[in-house]
């Protein structure tokens, strides 16, 4: 990845972030975990805009494809380079898989999509942005926002929330 690619996945990353923080805060703050979930789960639906699935189905519905379990990967070694650059020294291995469960986000998969996605796209549209890179930016986004939430939540723990956001995205026809 080449300097100016670096410079559009970080700005791409710090505007999904910033968003995401803003039409998530509630009356009582921001949720961390919902937060986290959301933005992965948004990434995770950005790439699955990419495989150039079947549009006709249903949003909601599961999608078991090759293109999510080749590209869905991907989206947890940005997360977890990113972190392991933040001086978080987290593996695949070391994730406390007792966090993969939508149960921790105060939102459900759509209403993430529903709050968030609107915005997402439209940077993607207006920047230009194609999907598959805006999801690798969206999985920098959930990296640096779990490195922002380490001092309230442990970092093994939300990296699985991240985990399992990514993979309802690629897995869900988005709404």
């Known amino acids: 990845m080449d300097n100016d690619q670096q410079k559009v996945l970080l700005a791409a990353a710090s505007f999904f972030n ?60 940005m997360m977890l380079v990113t972190l392991q650059q933040l001086g978080q020294p987290i593996t695949e291995t070391t994730v406390d898989t007792k966090y993969l469960d939508a149960k921790f986000s105060q939102l459900s998969f759509q ?28 999985a920098v986004a959930t990296g640096i926002l779990i490195q922002e939430c380490r001092t309230v939540l442990p970092v093994a723990g939300v990296a699985a929330l991240g985990i399992y956001g990514f993979i309802e995205g690629t897995k869900t026809v988005p709404y």
């Open 18 to 77: 910033e968003t995401a923080k803003k039409r998530l805060t509630t009356e009582r703050g921001l949720h961390a975990e919902t937060l986290i979930m959301s933005v992965a789960r948004l990434s995770g639906s950005l790439m699955y805009k990419s495989f150039g699935l079947d549009d006709k189905l249903a949003p909601g519905t599961t999608v078991l494809s090759e293109q999510a379990n080749q590209h869905g990967p991907k989206l947890m070694d």
């Open 111 to 138: 209403e993430s999509y529903e709050r968030l996605a609107p915005f997402f796209l439209a940077y993607c549209q207006a920047a230009p942005l194609p999907f598959r890179e805006a999801a690798i930016a969206g």
